[in-house]
């Protein structure tokens, strides 16, 4: 593959133009993929794309880690998962509640245990043995204020559209948060993280800690991250389709384009965005919704791409 390695990121997709601040928001995706990539320089793709991610929780400006949304009940759940292309290891969380850096925990149950999936109660009672612990700051009096407004108007029936889960993910949401990486080996690996979205019941778990559907990678051939609506990429196991797409002969861009031309035909526009990436270090990202924050920083790179919008 000629030594080619890079990452790329995302912060969400959907209706972003009047939800986000663009500069602080850019800024965010900037230093998580300049970090990322820093970590290649020195290590592995799998430490790569957990510290871009790890960058976005903590930031406060994505739907992830701190930033994460809270469910109907005002609880904050949130999802992760991670996959090492090299060995098809996978460690992914669901429903934890307030964990500042669920990624840091699916990582912890991809290194530590047996299992692929761990969730609720008993993957916090496990979390708690290696030093994971709730924290009150993802849930604020400002979210909750928040919280309160979207529901009062979901169930006054003064905003009809938000009568269909589809409608509250399209309107109110930033996605997920994720991450590909390929190094200088040519292994890939794939990260991601998400709050859900407003007013989701709490229990939920979409697309994010599922392998294949929110994300996958596997050396040889490439990985894939989605973000969006969880339930569609479930049901078409988006990721992993796209990655077949890459073995079939299709470079990442052109495999991103198809997959997302697959979830339109099906499901409709304003509902997926994807990030791509190949093993010869080529990349590529797709979406049908208003906007989807990415960034990408290859070792050829001065600075890294960042963008919102078309």
Same mark, same amino acid.
């Given at each position: 593959?000629?030594?080619?390695?890079?990452?790329?990121?995302?912060?969400?997709?959907?209706?972003?133009?009047?939800?986000?601040?663009?500069?602080?928001?850019?800024?965010?995706?900037?230093? $998580?993929?300049?970090?990322? =990539?820093?970590?290649?320089?020195?290590?592995?793709?799998?430490?790569?794309?957990?510290?871009?991610?790890?960058?976005?929780?903590?930031?406060?400006?994505?739907?992830?880690?701190?930033?994460?949304?809270? @469910?109907?009940?005002?609880?904050?759940?949130?999802? $992760?998962? %991670? !996959?090492?292309?090299?060995?098809?290891?996978?460690?992914?969380?669901?429903? %934890?509640?307030?964990?500042?850096?669920?990624?840091?925990?699916?990582? @912890?149950? !991809?290194?530590? @245990?047996?299992?692929? %999936?761990?969730?609720?109660?008993?993957?916090?009672?496990?979390?708690? %043995?290696?030093?994971?612990?709730?924290?009150?700051?993802?849930?604020?009096?400002?979210?909750? #204020?928040?919280?309160?407004?979207?529901?009062?108007?979901?169930?006054?029936?003064?905003?009809?559209?938000?009568?269909?889960?589809?409608?509250?993910?399209?309107?109110?949401?930033?996605?997920?948060?994720?991450?590909?990486?390929?190094?200088?080996?040519?292994?890939?690996?794939? +990260?991601?993280?998400?709050?859900?979205?407003?007013?989701?019941?709490?229990?939920?778990?979409?697309? &994010?800690?599922? +392998?294949?559907?929110?994300?996958?990678?596997?050396?040889?051939?490439?990985?894939?991250?989605?973000?969006?609506? /969880?339930?569609?990429?479930?049901?078409? @196991?988006?990721? #992993?389709?796209?990655?077949?797409?890459? #073995?079939?002969?299709?470079?990442?861009?052109?495999?991103?384009?198809?997959?997302?031309?697959?979830?339109?035909?099906?499901?409709?526009? /304003?509902?997926?965005?994807?990030? &791509?990436?190949?093993?010869?270090?080529?990349?590529?990202?797709?979406?049908?919704?208003?906007?989807?924050?990415? $960034?990408?920083?290859?070792?050829? =790179?001065?600075?890294?791409?960042?963008?919102?919008?078309?």
């Amino acid at each position: 593959m000629g030594g080619e390695y890079g990452i790329i990121i995302h912060g969400g997709a959907g209706a972003l133009r009047n939800t986000i601040n663009p500069e602080s928001y850019s800024e965010g995706l900037r230093r $998580a993929v300049i970090s990322g =990539f820093r970590k290649l320089e020195d290590g592995c793709a799998l430490e790569a794309v957990v510290e871009a991610v790890y960058v976005m929780e903590e930031s406060g400006i994505f739907n992830a880690g701190l930033g994460c949304c809270l @469910t109907a009940e005002g609880t904050a759940e949130v999802d $992760a998962g %991670l !996959m090492d292309g090299s060995s098809l290891a996978v460690g992914a969380v669901a429903s %934890l509640k307030n964990i500042r850096h669920p990624i840091l925990a699916a990582k @912890t149950i !991809m290194e530590r @245990t047996d299992h692929v %999936l761990m969730v609720g109660e008993g993957a916090m009672r496990l979390l708690s %043995l290696y030093g994971f612990k709730p924290d009150p700051e993802l849930v604020t009096e400002a979210k909750l #204020r928040r919280l309160h407004e979207l529901r009062e108007k979901w169930l006054s029936g003064a905003d009809r559209k938000m009568s269909k889960n589809r409608e509250i993910v399209k309107a109110l949401s930033h996605g997920t948060v994720g991450a590909l990486a390929i190094d200088r080996k040519g292994n890939v690996a794939a +990260a991601v993280s998400t709050g859900g979205y407003w007013l989701k019941l709490s229990g939920r778990v979409g697309d &994010t800690p599922i +392998a294949g559907s929110g994300f996958y990678a596997e050396n040889g051939v490439g990985g894939a991250v989605a973000t969006g609506i /969880g339930e569609y990429a479930i049901r078409l @196991t988006l990721c #992993r389709r796209t990655v077949e797409l890459i #073995r079939s002969g299709l470079n990442a861009k052109l495999a991103a384009d198809r997959a997302i031309s697959v979830v339109t035909s099906t499901f409709g526009e /304003g509902t997926m965005g994807i990030i &791509t990436i190949d093993q010869q270090g080529g990349y590529g990202y797709s979406y049908n919704t208003e906007g989807m924050g990415r $960034a990408i920083m290859m070792k050829d =790179f001065s600075e890294p791409v960042v963008g919102i919008f078309q």
